[in-house]
């Protein structure tokens, strides 16, 4: 494809100088920005899956401490987030700086193409290790577990276990998201099928008992709270919330234990503005950013921050621990005999 | 048969009007092909060079491997199905209410179209969670049903019928829209030959107006076609939960199933979709080869059919049954969801609020620079794709030659890709058009603007193709005789024959760019959200609440606007056309 282009020399020699001249601003601002001592500046690029208004709440209290930081907000699914990354990246150029989405798996893969840049935060001291890449390249930022959501119009019993799942009394009156179209189900579905207790026959049980696949946790949480299903296993803190509207819906950490997924953060290598993103991440693991995803109605990941109203904060959850590189190497095969389980 | 060679004899004869253009014709022709060779297929061709490369070079790995798998076939298998029993199901409701529209004396004609466009503006997402609960264990039918003898169950939607079903409802407003300016405009004398000549009405319908609406129907038909095609939402919500895949699904799995042989296998498949698409639209053209150019009528939508008073109440109120079914309850269901105060609570007085409006429109920023940046950009868009794409169809119609041929299915093709590979393909081609230089297209505003020129220029082409078709060239050398040219032509002969046509079209892009969603969640950047960046937003954090409210005041803005467009319809018809 590239010979396509030879002919354009001209143009690729405007866009070099064009490139150079940039490079040379920029650095010339880094040097200003380093004489006169003060904060951060310049613009970072931050793309991530939390939910808008969550997105532009951090990034509001961020620029509040380090008003010199331009920066723009790309949001959209994980799925979404991560496939433009990719695109990006085999266009030649990764526009992100800093990467906020939902689980260290997905991290996992960037780390190994090496797209990432390792970075310690100071910060991060206040985090359990488990939640740390030891290389660096990712740290997590929040405690998102999974668990079962329970419509109280319909079940006076509160169940206690993921079995309930299973039994018969809940035939085709459950429902999950999918692990095709949503990455927390799929990383759900690598730690639950490697735990020894539930494996893939949990997953063969709940194909039995006629459960109902939905794209994402927004569904699951429609159907349960409007009373189509009674049982569904959903991400946490999407229950709270309904159920603080008002909405006819109990949370339920079943004592199994509940997968945990982070929402890491993370550099890109190629970032233009190292300075800022680090300013960044520290900044979400801080105790202000901490505060703020506790405010938020998120489980905080920083020891010593409560969690929101009818959250378990970390050290009341049973987590059940899968290790990330091994849940990449199995993912694609998770996936794929997930979908043979459930096809027809 | 001699007659038609006759008339391309004499619209060939017609091009010295154009004579600038046909002195040098190679050249222009080649520029044009050029550019819409790199701005439709170039992008689309990037990434299906990915399915053929690997780290060691040339492959046809990914093409063996895709090919051998069982679940591929099932899948185009699926498609194959969905698709055609769907574009099947629309043309037979858009020709059926197109052809009561314009020829049948009913009441509430106006209205009538109103609604009739409803199910192609609601979201898919909220006609399928309409439909769901209509079909669902406590749902009206199955009360119904449950009163009926026998044990009747409520029919599964999620199920291939279902998706036809639903695909079909949502896309037969765009065989309407195509067709009924084409059954106007056939002249009422051919039918009163026809039935002097002994035919019935049957017959008639069958040998002379379905023949001379065909360019109308083909086009609706091929549109129709393209969209059940690549539409992702109703496959998805109500394909997931049985594990129903179509091509635009399983395209959307492997892109975000990561790892370095992900777009390889979309690619693959994405060029399997191409393929289907293409062969769409050579039967369509393979249609059109047979339709005959009329008379040129100016549209008349007198009706021609009467009724008995006691039929035609009862076709009133059949037609109106349908239509509340189909257009009104999800738009009722997006109502009443976005005035509950959280889910699955009893629909009482107490429980209704204004409050996800509140959040909407007052609390939060961003939904109403949404819809500002939408409106400029469906706007825009309506203009370039209004001239650029009725400029492609006067060529297309004036020389229909290989070149502009390829040129049309180059512009077919990004229409008919699933929105999101659609978007990865915009990325690889405009962040470094040429690699090592960004233009610095990509992460700005503009990058919409082509993304949507160039994925629904197609309509505006359609439209206007369709309705150059409707003008005998006669037309147009009368008006040359007669001494009119250039400006004086267009605007006193041909506009006002084109223009029902022509507006139909920019109608459509001016539509799907306004609440385009899949594009859109790819390519944005801060400042330039649409509002399908905000729907699908609050969609993904469990805000179904905020998105319906959003959704049901653009709707209703929709409708108004629709309604004012039809007034300003009818003062054109009175002032422009009674003043020739």
Known sequence: MNKLFTGASVLAMTAMLAACSGEEAANNAEAESADSGSAVSGSLDFYTSQPDADAQALVDAFTEKNPDVEVSIFRSGTEEVVSKIQAEDQAGDIQADVLLVADSVTFENFKKEELLLPYKSPEAEAIDESFIDPDGAYTGTKVMATGLVVNTNEVKDLPDSWTVLTEEASKGKAVMPSPLYSGAAAYNLGVITKQEDMGWEFYENMRTNDITITQGNGAVLEGVAMGEQHYGMIVDYLVAQAKSDGSPVELVYPKEGVPVITEPVGILANTDNEKAAQAFVDFVLSEEGQELASEQGYTPIREGIEAPEGLKSLDEMNVLEADSVELLETREDDKAKFGEIFGQ | ?580
Not at chain 2, 11 to 19: A, I, L, N, V
Not at chain 2, 178 to 197: C, G, M, W, Y
Not at chain 2, 267 to 287: C, D, E, K
Not at chain 2, 468 to 477: A, G, K, V, Y
């Open chain 2, 1 to 580: 048969m001699t007659l038609k060679q006759q008339a391309i004899g004499e619209r060939k004869k017609g091009m010295p009007s154009f004579s600038l253009f046909l002195q040098n014709k190679k050249f222009y022709k080649g520029i044009g092909l050029l550019a819409v060779f790199l701005l439709f297929l170039l992008p689309v061709l990037r990434l299906v060079w990915l399915s053929f490369v690997n780290d060691s070079g040339l492959t046809l790995d990914y093409y063996r491997q895709v090919l051998q798998e069982t679940a591929t076939w099932v899948t185009v298998q699926n498609t194959l199905i969905i698709v055609l029993g769907s574009t099947l199901l629309a043309l037979v409701l858009g020709v059926v209410f197109s052809w009561i529209v314009a020829y049948v004396d009913v009441s509430g004609k106006r209205t009538m179209q109103l609604f009739i466009f409803l199910p192609f503006i609601i979201p898919s997402y909220i006609t399928t969670l309409a439909w769901t609960q209509f079909f669902s264990g406590s749902g009206p039918v199955a009360a119904l049903l449950s009163r009926l003898p026998g044990n009747l169950e409520v029919p599964n939607l999620y199920s291939i019928g279902g998706i036809i079903l639903l695909l079909g409802l949502s896309h037969y407003p765009l065989v309407y829209l195509f067709t009924v300016n084409v059954f106007r405009k056939i002249p009422r004398d051919l039918e009163e030959a026809a039935a002097t000549s002994g035919l019935s009405k049957k017959q008639t319908l069958q040998k002379v107006v379905l023949p001379l609406a065909l360019p109308g129907i083909a086009s609706g038909g091929l549109i129709a076609f393209l969209s059940n095609l690549d539409n992702f939402g109703i496959p998805a919500f109500l394909g997931t939960p049985s594990n129903i895949r179509v091509l635009s699904t399983y395209i959307y799995e492997q892109v975000v199933g990561f790892g370095p042989e992900a777009f390889s296998r979309a690619a693959v498949l994405s060029a399997m979709l191409g393929v289907i698409a293409l062969a769409g639209t050579l039967l369509q053209w393979f249609l059109l080869r047979r339709s005959r150019v009329t008379e040129t009528a100016r549209s008349d939508s007198q009706p021609r059919i009467f009724l008995e008073p006691m039929k035609r109440r009862l076709l009133e109120i059949a037609l109106w049954t349908f239509l509340l079914v189909t257009s009104v309850m999800p738009l009722i269901a997006m109502g009443a969801l976005s005035l509950i105060s959280a889910y699955g609570v009893p629909f009482t007085l107490e429980n209704l609020s204004l409050k996800n409006y509140e959040q909407v429109f007052l609390n939060d920023s961003k939904p109403a620079a949404a819809f500002m940046n939408s409106l400029k950009l469906a706007l825009v868009t309506m203009a370039i794709c209004l001239f650029l794409g009725t400029l492609f169809a006067y060529l297309r119609f004036k020389s229909p030659d290989w070149s502009t041929k390829t040129a049309e299915l180059f512009i077919t093709i990004p229409y008919a890709l699933p929105g999101t590979v659609f978007a990865l393909c915009m990325i690889f081609m405009w962040m470094e058009p040429v690699p090592g230089w960004n233009p610095g297209i990509y992460g700005t505003v503009f990058i919409l603007f082509i993304a949507y020129t160039t994925r629904f220029l197609v309509l505006q082409v359609r439209g206007s193709y369709t309705a150059f078709l409707q003008i005998d060239p006669s037309m147009e050398e009368a008006a040359r005789t007669s001494g009119a040219k250039g400006w004086a032509k267009w605007s006193k002969i041909l506009l006002p024959l084109l223009l029902p046509g022509i507006l139909s079209g920019a109608l459509l892009v001016f539509l799907m760019a306004l609440t385009e969603l899949t594009v859109s969640s790819l390519l944005w950047s801060s400042g330039s959200e649409t509002i399908g960046v905000v729907i699908f937003g609050y969609e993904q954090a469990g805000y179904s609440t905020y998105s319906t409210a959003f959704s049901t005041v653009l709707v209703l803005g929709i409708l108004l606007s629709g309604a004012l467009f039809m007034m300003l319809g009818k003062l054109w018809d009175r002032k422009v056309l009674k003043a020739k």
